[in-house]
Every structure is written in structure tokens, then in C-alpha cells.
């Protein structure tokens, strides 16, 4: 069976390639190379953040680099995982880059199946694939090399890459794999992914749970989140938690903010700019009993 070709690809041509670039800071050649790659994710985990705003505002969260670049790069806005994704899988069939996007099943310690609802990337680069994670809202800050056992030191943060045996999948010749992440609180499997392509459809399905599901993370609170080489700042509701990473035991120092403080916090330290009838309705969010 074939597909419409739209149906397949990432929507490249309607990506306004210089804006996202100026939005993330990016200035590096335009080309598929590991050089490239790696400054490409880089410039993009550390400028756009991890946030779920519009969904706690009670709007949708439209998938498509038309949308999502309007919210993103033009609005300069962050997002979660499937817009994320969406827009840098755009950057990458700009820059002819061969990839696949891929879906994963978030844990972060839970032993217990979960659905796929985070969005990861394959690429092809310098010779050898290569995992991009852009949308997780903690790194990593460069992709990981498809390798059992790579274990890879960025900043003061440390991720590593497991093949996982054939009994989680259950299907011969299906690879199935964990990305373990390591900081000041720990260490803790992140998620679990195959080696099998999504498409943007499988996207929308997981997009519309997320933003919807009474039993989603993301549709009850406020969840958001900003990272650097060596900090990581979470606000979850008004829980306010900042992680200085160094490579050894840094430091995690939590308080819980006044709602009339979040939009403050939310422009000074994740570089979210609301305007004040979004400003007020986060804060009477909070304020609920």
C-alpha cells in the first residue's frame, strides 16, 4: 500500500526556515551534516520551552508547522513534545537531513506500560544514526548516538542509550530501546522507544489524548520547563523546582510561589511572555480550590 506523499512528510516547505532559526539563535551552515545536527538541537532545546499553557487557558493545541510555528516562533511560545518535534522534524527535511520520527513511551521509573505519548527522532548523520530528543523539556542537549551502552556527558547533565531485549516488544527483528538520564536527583529510565517511523497522523492521535484526557498529566496543571548545560527549571502548578547540575552532586532547591507570582516566573525564567488576560486566567487557575 502507498500514501499520499503529504501524508508522509514533515511539511519543510511551509516552514519560514530563517524565523525558526533566528528564534533559536541558530546561525551555523545549512547542510546534513553531525556538525550541523548538533548545533541545530542544541540551539533548539535551549531557546524554546517545555510548556502546556494552552491547555490549562482551555484552547487547543493544533499540530502542523503552520500552527505550530505560529505559536512557537512567531509568538515565541514554547510547547510539548508533538509540537516540538513536529517543528524541528520541518527544520531537518530543510536541511536534507534523512530521519524518522518515532514515538516513545514515557516512564521515568514506572513499571508499568504506558502509552506512547512522546515524540523522539532518528537521524542519519556523519555516518551513523543518531537520537534527537527536543521535546522532553530536560535535554538531551546533542543527539545520542545509536550505540548499546553509549553513555554520553553534556554540561553537567548524563544520558545513555540501552538496547532493551525482544520481550518488550514481542515482534522479531523490532528494536527496542531506553533513554536513562542522570542528574542531582538521580538516575531514572526516561523512556523506551522501537526503531519504527511515525507519522504525523500517529502524532495528532497522541497529541489529542495529551490535551484532552482527564487522565493526561498535562490537562489538570501547569507544567513547565526550561534547561541549559547546567540548570533546569520545572514548575509544576505553582511548585517552583531549580536544578543546578555540575557533573556531580549539584543542588535542587524547591518552594511553592503565590499564584500572582507565576507569570512573573514564567516570563524571568522560562522566557514566556503572556498577555494579561492569559496572565490573569493562570493565575485564577492557581488559585482554585
Given at each position: 500500500m502507498t500514501y499520499p506523499s503529504e501524508d508522509l512528510g514533515w511539511q519543510g516547505d511551509l516552514l519560514d526556515l530563517d524565523a525558526y532559526l533566528e528564534r533559536i539563535g541558530y546561525e551555523g551552515d545549512r547542510a546534513p551534516t553531525l556538525e550541523a545536527l548538533r548545533a541545530l538541537q542544541l540551539a533548539h532545546v535551549t531557546a524554546?520551552?517545555?510548556?502546556?499553557?494552552?491547555?490549562?487557558?482551555?484552547?487547543p493545541v493544533p499540530l502542523g508547522v503552520e500552527a505550530v510555528q505560529e505559536k512557537m516562533v512567531r509568538h515565541r511560545r514554547g510547547g510539548y513534545c508533538f509540537e516540538h518535534t513536529e517543528l524541528f522534524a520541518a527544520a531537518l527535511e530543510r536541511f536534507g537531513f534523512a530521519f524518522a520520527p518515532l514515538a516513545a513511551r514515557?516512564?521515568?521509573?514506572?513499571?508499568?506500560?504506558l502509552p506512547a505519548t512522546h515524540a523522539v527522532a532518528l537521524v542519519e548523520a556523519g555516518g551513523g544514526r543518531w537520537i534527537c530528543d527536543v521535546g522532553f523539556g530536560a535535554?538531551?542537549?546533542?543527539?545520542?548516538?545509536?550505540?548499546?551502552?553509549?553513555?554520553?556527558?553534556?554540561?553537567?547533565?548524563a544520558y545513555e542509550l540501552h538496547r532493551l531485549g525482544?520481550?518488550?516488544?514481542?515482534?522479531?527483528?523490532?528494536?527496542?530501546?531506553?533513554?536513562?538520564?542522570?542528574?542531582?536527583?538521580?538516575?531514572v529510565q526516561r523512556h523506551t522507544f522501537p526503531i519504527a517511523p511515525a507519522y504525523r497522523i500517529d502524532y495528532d492521535l497522541g497529541n489529542y489524548y495529551i490535551s484532552t484526557h482527564p487522565r493526561s498529566p498535562f490537562t489538570g496543571r501547569i507544567f513547565c520547563q526550561r534547561y541549559g548545560p547546567d540548570f533546569h527549571h520545572e514548575l509544576d502548578g505553582a511548585r517552583l523546582i531549580s536544578t543546578v547540575a555540575d557533573g556531580g552532586a549539584g543542588s535542587v532547591e524547591e518552594r511553592v510561589l503565590e499564584p500572582g507570582e507565576v507569570?512573573?516566573?514564567?516570563?524571568?525564567?522560562?522566557?514566556?511572555?503572556?498577555d494579561a488576560a492569559d496572565a490573569a486566567a493562570v493565575v485564577a487557575h492557581l488559585e482554585r480550590p
Open positions: 524554546m520551552p517545555f510548556e502546556n499553557l494552552e491547555i490549562v487557558l482551555g484552547r514515557v516512564s521515568m521509573g514506572i513499571e508499568k506500560l535535554g538531551p542537549l546533542e543527539p545520542l548516538p545509536l550505540t548499546d551502552g553509549v553513555r554520553s556527558r553534556q554540561g553537567g547533565w525482544p520481550e518488550l516488544g514481542g515482534l522479531t527483528g523490532v528494536e527496542h530501546w531506553e533513554l536513562v538520564q542522570e542528574g542531582p536527583r538521580g538516575r507569570p512573573k516566573i514564567l516570563a524571568t525564567l522560562f522566557g514566556i511572555e503572556l
